[in-house]
């Protein structure tokens, strides 16, 4: 358990350095920050009008790179108002949603675009979603439009008849590898759009900087996904924020993205950097360890998107000559953790790291402007980090009954003020929303977002990521809900109760899913492979428990949550559990005796995670 009294002094920002640094910083950017001021004053400007001026500016500029297709801002702006087109045709209209369920590739970026400049709203389904969850997340908005990408199809056909289809106008495909017949009940959407006008519609001018733009989803302690709510504004500061400001793209830059864009580092962060700039997006379609540095080359990108898993897959990797021979000279994302962020710096060569701290559906954010390390950067105001209870799992309060913040070095839980200007825009569920605030924390009648996460006060309005609370842990880039896989667990037969949280592996950022369950039979008559059967079905690949533990029984606080806290810190260390465990280890699909053998193995960071 992290002692929120104690200080810890490592990595404290140096008062002198930030006020240097901050005052080039205010000076270098000073003309940007009014011209932001008044983009927001004039309400005018979205990521279709940007778009359109950087066809006029850059009609030239590579805009996308996807595999061997690259596509000019003329070109992509052209195909974007062919779908835009097509869209009105069918009636589509401003605050109308449109549901896509597409993996990484061209066709993704032009529905988005195209659906911006309408007014529409990208409904972004996480594409690694299964059977519930996915038609839940289906189900959560009406939408005018359902389009499906090929790769996509086959789990999209699973559920499709759980799906609420009555708002819907139009079913549409959209091929990949060509393999497939166009299904019966679908339109061919990019051929539909082959002969439309490439003229820009006349909806852009319309879209003002707080509609939104589209929904992402991230997990809930409910066990089912909430849609959060993005809008042109959020995205397009984004953009200026980490494009101009930390990596100082001009139009001869390009960003690498492997992240999927239904994650909010993508989307928020990434593609908007080049979008603001008239940069270049290189795109793959998922990340790959093995082709990283090759795709980076090749597209001579100078920048990338990260989450801290990818940092750490790079670091895992057997050394080269060429590791520093790369023209990246900065990189843009979230969780590149303390312990190797010197290291990766150093052995990749890269100058700036624009770490950032935010969520999708957050009113507040760090980021490392000033470039400092082992930070999630800095932040304007409007937040505190609170003494935090975690055995009771509440805020600490003063007899008054009011918060206390934190002192420079120590850890508590991070809370963003939500006011007039910076408003928690929430979910399309008002119940999430309200459940996501805190009032009268400092002050009768204030209301502040409660993050969820635990943070560190570096000092100089720094601070820096320790853990996430709740119901909800991070591995492989991703929030995991550990109440949609205890409601897996619990249709299982010989599984009576069952307790998921995440464990800390050494050298692994993030935490592993582990499921403490109570089991009806012995450990030798439990059917591992059904078990593993309904978590394959049912479950994202990273949702997947990677350890199992069979307990006699569970212990609940008063209120019937279970005490997870003790279950957290014995973790996987068979010094202190008598219980028996299991494990998949990386690559397998099968649950197998986790021996001391292989304890040893994953404590000298023989398995990779």
């Not at 104690?6 to 240097?20: A, P, Y």
């Not at 309400?43 to 279709?48: A, C, F, L, P």
């Not at 195909?79 to 597409?102: P, R, T």
């Not at 853990?467 to 109440?483: C, E, M």
């Amino acid at each position: 358990m992290l002692d929120i009294s104690k200080q810890n002094n490592s990595d404290l920002i140096d008062s002198e350095e930030f006020n240097k640094r901050f005052l080039e910083w205010t000076k270098k950017h000073a003309p940007l920050i009014l011209e932001i001021g008044k983009i927001s004053a004039e309400n005018k400007t979205s990521w279709g009008s940007i778009l359109e001026k950087n066809a006029v500016e850059f009609p030239n500029n590579p805009a996308i790179k996807f595999e061997d297709n690259v596509l000019t801002y003329q070109e992509f702006n052209d195909k974007v108002n062919q779908y835009a087109n097509y869209f009105i045709s069918l009636g589509l209209k401003k605050g109308d949603v449109v549901k896509v369920l597409v993996k990484n590739r061209i066709e993704l970026l032009l529905l988005y675009s195209a659906n911006a400049k309408i007014g529409s709203i990208s409904s972004l389904i996480n594409t690694d979603l299964r059977k519930k969850t996915l038609v839940y997340s289906l189900n959560l908005t009406p939408g005018k439009i359902i389009v499906v990408g090929e790769e996509c199809f086959d789990t999209f056909n699973e559920i499709k008849s759980d799906i609420n289809l009555s708002d819907a106008k139009q079913l549409c495909f959209v091929h990949d590898s060509g393999e497939m017949d166009l299904p019966e009940g679908f339109t061919d959407l990019p051929k539909a759009v082959l002969n439309l006008p490439v003229e820009n519609p006349t909806t852009t001018t319309s879209i003002t900087p707080q509609d939104v733009i589209a929904y992402i989803y991230t997990s809930g302690t409910t066990g089912l996904p909430k849609a959060a709510l993005l809008t042109h504004a959020r995205v397009t500061l984004g953009g200026y924020v980490f494009g101009t400001m930390i990596a100082q793209f001009t139009s001869d830059d390009t960003i690498y993205i492997s992240l999927p864009f239904f994650h909010g580092t993508a989307l928020m962060t990434g593609w908007p950097s080049a979008l603001v700039n008239g940069s270049a997006l290189a795109i793959a379609r998922k990340f790959s360890v093995s082709h990283f540095w090759d795709d980076v080359r090749r597209y001579n990108a100078t920048c990338f998107s990260y989450v801290g898993e990818i940092c750490r897959y790079l670091m895992n990797q057997p050394p080269k000559p060429d590791d520093s021979d790369n023209p990246v000279r900065a990189v843009i994302g979230n969780g590149l953790r303390p312990d190797i962020w010197q290291d990766f710096k150093k052995r990749f060569d890269i100058p700036y790291i624009g770490e950032f701290y935010g969520s999708s559906e957050g009113n507040g954010a760090f980021a490392n402007v000033l470039n400092f390390d082992c930070t999630c950067g800095y932040s304007t105001g409007g937040y505190a980090i609170v003494r935090y209870d975690h055995e009771n799992d509440e805020l600490i309060k003063n007899k008054r009954g009011f918060s206390k913040k934190v002192r420079t070095g120590e850890v508590g839980l991070l809370l963003f003020e939500s006011t007039e200007t910076t408003k928690f825009r929430g979910y399309t569920d008002e119940k999430a929303t309200e459940a996501k605030l805190l009032r009268n924390v400092f002050k009768e009648g204030d209301v502040w977002f409660n993050t969820g996460d635990l943070m560190r006060d570096q000092g100089c309005n720094h601070a820096q990521f320790v853990d996430r609370l709740g119901d909800t842990f991070r591995w492989k880039g991703h929030n995991v809900s550990t109440t949609e896989i205890e409601e897996v667990l619990n249709t299982f037969d010989q599984i009576s109760m069952s307790c998921v949280y995440g464990v800390r592996l050494p050298a692994t950022d993030g935490r592993a899913g582990m499921a403490a369950i109570v089991s009806t039979s012995s450990v030798n008559d439990f059917d591992f492979k059904k078990l593993e059967g309904l978590f394959f079905a049912n479950l994202a690949p990273y949702a997947i428990p990677v350890f199992l533990r069979f307990k006699s029984g569970l212990s609940t606080t008063h209120t019937f949550k279970f005490k997870k806290i003790e279950l957290k810190e014995e973790g996987i260390n068979l010094q202190k559990i008598d219980d028996a465990l299991f494990v998949m280890l990386p690559n397998k699909s099968e649950y197998t005796p986790l021996t001391e053998d292989i304890y040893k193995k994953i404590l000298n960071h023989e398995y990779n995670f």
